[in-house]
């Protein structure tokens, strides 16, 4: 998103293997320990402000430059709408999914099948959609393609059990969103940051085990 409206940034990689996102400083950002989070040093009134919840920060940084914001009423809703349904669905049953399928030290059958079932669910409703459309909202991009791109790149599709052949309108879309300079360049600097490979029992704890239960 940074990319596209062409802010000036400073990346700072928190390691949530290590338990980074746990450190007050962290917390002072972002009280439910997550990442993304942003400081606009620059923020309403000239003073510093935080944003947490990816969601947020998108219509945070589209109202504050202009961009990726429609005017139009139908329009603007159209983003909106599909907008929420990565927030309410994408997001938390792909998380699901992949955490079943690659990540709990548990065979939970019934948790596989049940994520499963609905991250297919979900790949069909987007199929649909871009059936008829260029973009998840429509013919022009839009912040609801920022948000869902991630969830369906294709180390996404090995994870999640995906066939995406059996998905041909979404690995169009896929593949029109991946050829973005702005996202080729978002892409570059997350694998930069990115930390990779299995996680230790400490790094299991910080991303899925106690330590994201213990009160702060």
Not at 5 to 25: C, M, N, R, T
Not at 79 to 101: D, E, K, R
Not at 193 to 215: H, L
């Amino acid at each position: 998103m940074l990319e596209e409206v062409g802010l000036d940034y400073v990346s700072i990689p928190v390691d949530i293997l290590a338990g980074e996102q746990f450190k007050p400083a962290f917390l002072a950002i972002n009280p439910n320990n997550r990442v993304p989070a942003i400081v606009d040093l620059d923020g309403p009134g000239g003073a510093p402000y935080s944003v947490f919840e990816s969601g947020a920060l998108l219509l945070y940084l589209a109202e504050k430059t202009g961009k990726l914001w429609p005017i139009e009423t139908t329009r603007r809703y159209d983003m909106l709408q599909w907008l929420m349904f990565q927030i309410g669905g994408v997001g938390p049953m792909f998380g699901q999914n992949g955490y079943f399928q690659g990540y709990c030290p548990e065979d939970v059958p019934l948790a596989k099948a049940r994520y499963h079932s609905e991250t297919l669910r979900l790949y069909g409703v987007m199929d649909k959609q871009l059936a008829d459309n260029r973009y998840l909202a429509g013919g022009d991009y839009s912040l609801a393609d920022i948000a869902t791109y991630p969830w369906t790149m294709p180390e996404q599709w090995r994870l999640h059990n995906v066939d995406i052949e059996q998905f041909p309108h979404v690995k169009r879309w896929n593949a029109l969103v991946a050829a973005r300079p702005a996202v080729g360049r978002g892409s570059t600097l997350m694998a930069a940051d990115q930390k990779s490979g299995d996680p230790t029992k400490e790094a299991y704890a910080n991303m899925f085990g106690d330590e994201q239960y213990r009160p702060r």
